[in-house]
């Protein structure tokens, strides 16, 4: 991984911040962790943009390991 893939761009942070606070909330918060087996919380993420989805990546709030998650975005 570069350095660039831990940046957020502003075009991603405002497809980002285009999404229902309470839908953010819920996504960041349900976000799967092979270490811990389940649905936990992503903490310190950066967002990208992919094609039509928007990445997140970051750090497990429980063991710290690090996680991801796909957010659809058509
Ligand atoms: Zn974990």
């Given amino acids: ?3 660039a893939d831990n940046v957020t761009s502003l075009k991603a942070l405002q497809a980002w911040k285009s999404i229902p ?3 953010r909330d819920k996504l960041v918060r349900n976000v799967f962790c092979g270490n811990c087996s389940g649905a936990v919380e992503i ?3 950066s967002i990208r943009e992919e094609k039509h989805a928007l990445l997140l990546t970051g750090k497990c709030r429980t ?3 690090p996680v ?3 957010v659809e975005n058509d």
Avoid: E, F, G, I
């Fill in 1 to 3: 991984m570069n350095k």
């Fill in 21 to 23: 606070q309470q839908l």
């Fill in 43 to 45: 903490v310190d993420y």
């Fill in 63 to 65: 063991c710290a390991s």
């Fill in 68 to 70: 991801a998650r796909v």
